[in-house]
Nanobody, 125 residues
Framework: QVQLVESGGGLVQTGGSLRLSCAAS????????LGWFRQAPGKEREFVARISWSGGNTYYADSVKGRFTISRDTKNTVYLQMNSLKPEDTAVYFC???????????????????WGQGTQVTVSS
């Protein structure tokens, strides 16, 4: 059974940092691209960042470029380092896996095959 489990969310002040983790199990995630999305109350789920199976390719939403860094290790875990956080970064953050092995800058949620349950990030002003 495929599982993605996020952790690391919490409450932080504006300008602070958080590191999210997502542990994947039950599949051959070493060959999947992994991504992060977020969803604020009353808004649609939006793309944040994506990393290729090798870790050699990354892609970011303009709103987080230069502040967030996505990375992965060899043990099926993907990370999202979030610096210089802003109140508008407040959302539930989800990790997702895309079984496509060819690199693409997939930003639509429907392009991902597996999803975690999400972790809440709240940035206070």
């Amino acid at each position: 059974q495929v599982q993605l489990v996020e952790s690391g969310g919490g409450l932080v002040q504006t300008g602070g940092s958080l590191r999210l983790s997502c542990a994947a199990s039950g599949g051959t995630f070493s060959s999947y691209a992994l991504g992060w999305f977020r969803q604020a109350p009353g808004k649609e789920r939006e793309f944040v960042a994506r990393i290729s199976w090798s870790g050699g390719n990354t892609y970011y939403a303009d709103s987080v470029k230069g502040r967030f860094t996505i990375s992965r290790d060899t043990k099926n875990t993907v990370y999202l380092q979030m610096n210089s956080l802003k109140p508008e970064d407040t959302a539930v953050y989800f990790c997702a896996a895309d079984r496509t092995t060819v690199w693409r800058t997939s930003t639509r949620a429907e392009e991902y095959d597996y999803w975690g349950q999400g972790t809440q990030v709240t940035v206070s002003s």
